[in-house]
């Protein structure tokens, strides 16, 4: 079975600055997708960013970017110039790709504040 | 944003009482999915369909059924409901091997469900 792993309940950043959301994951899997969702206090859960297990390129989408590392099965989300808006909890998670349509595997998610 | 709606957005309803949410979609999309979502425990998936009166169990499946008669409505009943059924709840939908390779799920706004 997938697990994905949060290990940062909360955190907190200054508008502007930088920071880094941490997801690990355990599975057997070669082939597979990660994602992180943002859901902000109107409870809409967002698609922030995709990656596939078989490109070895980070993803990146504006403000937003991965470090994929797949040996350490590690999956960490960079904010960056980070914004009032992104005031949110984010939300990795994880679909097998033999298993596509199936499920979702989501961690516990990241509380992110921001503050100004 | 993909259209997906669910209703109602709140409900609340005492214990042993029949509940049914719909989720609506106007994509066209095979696969929609019933996800909860509680403190501490991210999303989890409930129950999921990949075409019309095709469904399947998810994670935490236990005093909830599906139907699924058309493409666009999924429907998700607590036949009695009881006050560890107080939750959100989430409906997505996707459409695996889109061009490009993608399998994102998209969700609806969420319906808060309160079980006295």
């Known amino acids: 079975a997938q697990t994905v792993t949060q290990s940062q309940p909360e955190m907190s950043v200054q508008e502007a600055e930088t920071v880094t959301l941490s997801c690990t994951y355990d599975?057997?899997?070669?082939?597979?997708?990660l994602f992180w969702y943002k859901q902000p206090p109107s409870r809409q859960m967002i698609l922030v960013i995709r990656?596939?297990?078989?490109?070895?390129q980070n993803a990146t989408e504006n403000r937003f970017s991965v470090n994929f590392q797949k040996a350490a099965k590690s999956f960490s989300l960079k904010i960056s110039d980070s914004q009032l808006g992104d005031t949110a909890m984010y939300f990795c998670?994880?679909?097998?790709?033999?298993?596509?349509?199936?499920?979702?595997?989501f961690g516990k998610g990241t509380t992110l504040s921001v503050s100004s | 944003d993909a259209g997906i709606t669910q209703s109602p957005r709140h409900k609340v309803t005492e214990t042993g009482t029949p509940v049914t949410l719909r989720c609506h979609q106007t994509?066209?999309?095979?696969?929609m999915y019933w996800y909860r979502q509680d403190p501490g425990h991210g999303l989890r998936l409930i129950h999921y369909?990949?075409?019309?009166?095709?469904?399947d169990k998810g994670e935490v499946s236990d005093g909830y059924s599906v139907s699924r008669s058309k493409t666009e409505d999924f429907l998700l009943t607590l036949e009695s409901a009881t006050s560890s059924q107080t939750s959100v709840y989430f409906c997505?939908?996707?459409?695996?091997?889109?061009?490009?390779?993608?399998?994102?799920?998209?969700f609806g706004p969420g319906t808060r469900l309160t079980v006295t």
């Open positions: 599975t057997s899997e070669n082939n597979y997708y």
């Open positions: 997505a939908i996707s459409e695996p091997g889109l061009a490009g390779d993608k399998y994102e799920q998209y």
């Open positions: 994509e066209n999309h095979r696969y």
């Open positions: 998670a994880f679909m097998a790709r033999h298993q596509a349509g199936t499920a979702l595997i």
């Open positions: 990656q596939e297990a078989y490109k070895q």
């Open positions: 369909s990949y075409g019309v009166k095709d469904t």
